[in-house]
């Protein structure tokens, strides 16, 4: 063989050997360290991830707040709310795996589940970006994805990059007050260390009630202190309680320290998807980006693709 021959041989060679890394079955990329045959999910966070790496085909049961992918509750059995879950019904599903949010429970409950037989891995991760990637690469790690993982990682970190590269060019960030809860009169607002705070943020707001951490309600005075540009609510099926079937428009009028806001005056009440924006999933930058352009809406900064 001449040389121009072996080296042709060996390019053909290692082309073949690339393509056959390409046409390998993701899910045969490395062996989990448990069997992962029949999982049960808690989160919604948790089980989009999950979705996105392809192993919808495993998954036996999830909670109330996986509503994305909407045949996730569609077609799986429903184990209620992650935070009021029952040790019995969970185990009567006879899953090889729970996977679960590190904000399950109640507590007594999620104890019995980790000492039970059945493999219990816990998912956490700061809602942040940074945290994204540390959800995607635990849950991938868990199915013997990583390599999935680390693909996905990859594609959510560039879009929250292009957000960022977007939200530099805003001059005059918009000032956000977002209500968790809106109901009897009362409402709870969104100050630090929440994931409303993070995603007003990132899509370049303000939070105005960042002088205050976690979740607190708001007096009629606090709010029209507080003069947001714009009030985010979640959609009525994602509020706490029983929330009303009157338009948050109407329910806010009622309030009047939350009426006499700019934002009320203008019309800026935004319904928002709180399981896109607030779970810090792989939706997470593309609802950020989304909530750019509503609270922006004449700047070219939000506009275009990503």
Do not use: W
Not at 65 to 74: E, G, H, N, Q
């Amino acid at each position: 063989m001449t040389m121009r021959n072996h080296r042709l041989f060996g390019t053909v060679r290692v082309l073949a050997c690339a393509m056959l890394v390409l046409v390998t079955p993701a899910h045969a990329e490395e062996k989990s360290s448990v069997d992962v045959s029949r999982i049960v999910s808690f989160g919604g966070d948790v089980t989009e991830i999950l979705y996105a790496l392809g192993y919808e085909p495993n998954i036996v049961a999830v909670d109330t707040t996986s509503v994305y992918p909407a045949d996730a509750l569609a077609k799986k059995k429903n184990v209620g709310y992650m935070r009021a879950l029952s040790t019995e019904g969970v185990l009567s599903l006879t899953p090889t795996v729970i996977m679960a949010a590190d904000d399950a429970g109640p507590p007594e409950v999620v104890a019995a589940l980790k000492s039970s037989t059945v493999a219990y891995v816990t998912i956490s991760g700061a809602d942040n970006p940074a945290g994204t990637a540390e959800r995607i690469r635990a849950v991938a790690a868990s199915v013997g994805a990583a390599g999935q993982g680390e693909q996905l990682v990859a594609g959510v970190q560039k879009k929250y990059a292009s957000l960022a590269e977007k939200r530099a060019t805003i001059g005059k960030p918009a000032r956000v007050l977002f209500l968790l809860s809106v109901q009897s009169g009362r409402a709870t607002a969104g100050g630090t260390g929440t994931a409303a705070h993070e995603v007003i943020e990132l899509a370049g707001g303000t939070n105005v009630a960042a002088a205050f951490s976690g979740y607190k309600p708001l007096s009629d005075e606090a709010s029209i202190g507080l003069a947001p540009d714009v009030i985010l609510v979640m959609k009525r099926s994602q509020r706490p309680g029983q929330p009303s079937t009157e338009p948050i428009e109407k329910i806010i009028g009622a309030m009047p320290g939350l009426n006499a806001t700019p934002a009320a005056r203008n019309g800026r009440i935004i319904e928002v998807d709180g399981a896109a924006l607030l779970q810090f999933g792989p939706r997470t930058a593309d609802a950020a980006l989304d909530l750019m352009r509503i609270l922006h809406p004449n700047k070219q900064a939000a506009k275009g693709g990503q």
